[in-house]
């Protein structure tokens, strides 16, 4: 199974937020927390940013217990490069990379090259991924009335398209608040679902 990761950029902001709204005490019970969702992701392969992060904090911890990580990369990014992620990638080597072109393409398709994705708190990123990834999926499955794409024309690596129910991860300890009612039903009509991990 591959799982897409979506979390916050900033841990410290991200740690702080949910301190402040007593969702944990202190940063000794944020990383218990970030071992307890590793654990439950032991066998899959994690599709993520190679950027700052939750996501790149859970891959470095993932790897040690033998999962595959795959990075999403834009190799050939004429706008903005990929120099603020180079030092990852060196100083932790994927087992696999795929190219996504640009950073632009990136959010648009990060969502769908994973059969299911982990959300792990709402940021500006966070929020504008998970919204490409079910409108993308709502393409590529036929659910716009019209529209007939290729999932494998907008990327080779797409997955989203091989699952019966296209299903998204939270783990709830690490967000604030649930996400809005609407944007549940809207993942409910396009054959998605929201769980908790």
């Not at 990852?88 to 087992?95: A, K, R, W």
């Not at 072109?101 to 990136?106: A, P």
């Not at 659910?143 to 709830?172: M, N």
Request: glycine share 8%; charged share 30%.
């Amino acid at each position: 199974m591959r799982t897409v990761i979506f979390g916050p950029g900033n841990i410290e902001e991200h740690l702080n937020r949910l301190i402040k709204h007593k969702k944990i005490k202190n940063s000794e019970e944020y990383w218990q927390h970030v071992d307890k969702i590793v654990e439950k992701l032991k066998g899959k392969e994690l599709v993520l940013l190679p950027d700052r992060g939750l996501p790149f904090e859970i891959a470095k911890r993932a790897k040690k217990q033998g999962n595959k990580i795959i990075y999403v990369i834009p190799k050939n990014d004429k706008e903005w490069g990929i120099k603020h992620i180079e030092k990852n990638i060196e100083d932790f080597p994927p087992d696999e990379i795929i190219d996504c072109e640009t950073w632009r393409n990136q959010h648009f398709v990060m969502g769908i090259l994973g059969e299911e994705i982990l959300y792990l708190g709402h940021t500006s990123g966070t929020f504008y991924e998970i919204g490409n990834a079910y409108y993308i999926y709502k393409l590529i499955t036929g659910k716009k009335k019209g529209a007939e794409i290729d999932p494998l024309k907008i990327h080779s690596e797409t997955r989203a398209h091989l699952t019966k129910k296209f299903i998204t991860y939270v783990y709830k300890p690490f967000l604030v608040e649930d996400f809005p009612i609407d944007f549940k039903e809207i993942v409910k009509d396009m054959n998605g679902e929201i769980k908790e991990l």
